[in-house]
């Protein structure tokens, strides 16, 4: 099932750090923010997971939960999320079952190859279970600002 604004997000079961379990339903009555990412320790998702590491308070008071999101392993994402100090929980879909259900694995040239990669794309879903505003293909640079301004703006019309 695709993924369509203003609609339920499909269901779901995954892992994140911590021993969390997330699925659709974990967080109904929170607003949530799921990043999608390429890799664990690239400079891009460095960049990116630092920017929501250091607004993460503001995301909160907002009314936010923070995950991020790519197809490394748990051991990966532990040490990654410590490395940086994460105060989110990272989710690992190492078979890639959000990353097709959410429409974020690509084709990709990489050194001339054709490979599959994760396009980086942030979801924002309303505490009612709808996905409320996405972002795809998306660039580091000030988007972090972008998705922390939805969060706001959904907390007022609330």
């Not at 250091?54 to 936010?64: H, L, T, W």
């Not at 660039?139 to 301004?149: R, S």
Request: charged share 30%; aromatic share 8%; with cysteine.
């Amino acid at each position: 099932m695709a993924i369509v604004v203003n609609k339920p997000i499909p269901e779901f079961d995954a892992n994140a750090t911590g021993g969390l379990k997330v699925s659709n339903t974990s967080h109904l009555g929170h607003v949530l923010v799921m990043y999608f990412y390429p890799k664990d320790n690239t400079p891009g998702c460095t960049t990116e997971a630092m920017q929501f590491r250091d607004r993460y308070k503001d995301f909160e008071k907002a009314g936010a939960t923070v995950f991020g999101v790519s197809r490394d392993n748990m051991k990966s994402h532990d040490e990654f999320k410590a490395k940086l100090e994460l105060p989110f929980e990272l989710i690992a879909d190492t078979e890639e079952k959000m990353c097709h259900m959410f429409g974020v694995v690509k084709n990709k040239i990489m050194y001339g190859k054709k490979v599959k990669g994760i396009e980086r794309s942030t979801f924002l879903i309303g505490a009612d279970g709808i996905l409320k505003a996405e972002w795809r293909g998306l660039k580091v640079p000030g988007h972090v600002d972008d998705v922390l301004k939805a969060v706001k703006a959904l907390k007022k019309a609330a």
